[in-house]
């Protein structure tokens, strides 16, 4: 019983680091630049950079994956870029204010 446990919760370990590596794929493959959806088209280039720089996307693909699942194993779920909230109390709202 025991070793059962612990081959489902390795496969429960893979196939959540699955779940992450293709959504982190897909965000990135995803057309458009998300500097974008923060400030608009028509910004200087100075502040497309500065802000590229502060959310980190200007760093390789690997070390925003590695800051990500970091993040996400200490329950960041980072911040909503239209609401200005972070997203876990986004969550919690919708799961318990909205019954």
Do not use: W
């Amino acid at each position: 019983m025991l070793r059962y446990f612990v081959r489902r919760m390795a496969f429960l370990v893979l196939t959540l680091l699955g779940a992450t590596i293709v959504i982190f794929s897909m965000l990135h493959l995803a057309p458009g630049d998300p500097i974008d959806l923060i400030v608009g088209p028509n910004v200087i280039p100075e502040v497309r950079e500065n802000i590229r720089h502060q959310y980190g996307l200007d760093r390789p693909l690997a070390v925003q994956y590695l800051s990500f699942m970091k993040s996400l194993l200490h329950g960041d779920l980072g911040n909503s870029i239209i609401q200005h909230k972070p997203v876990s109390e986004l969550i919690v709202e919708r799961f318990f204010c909205n019954s």
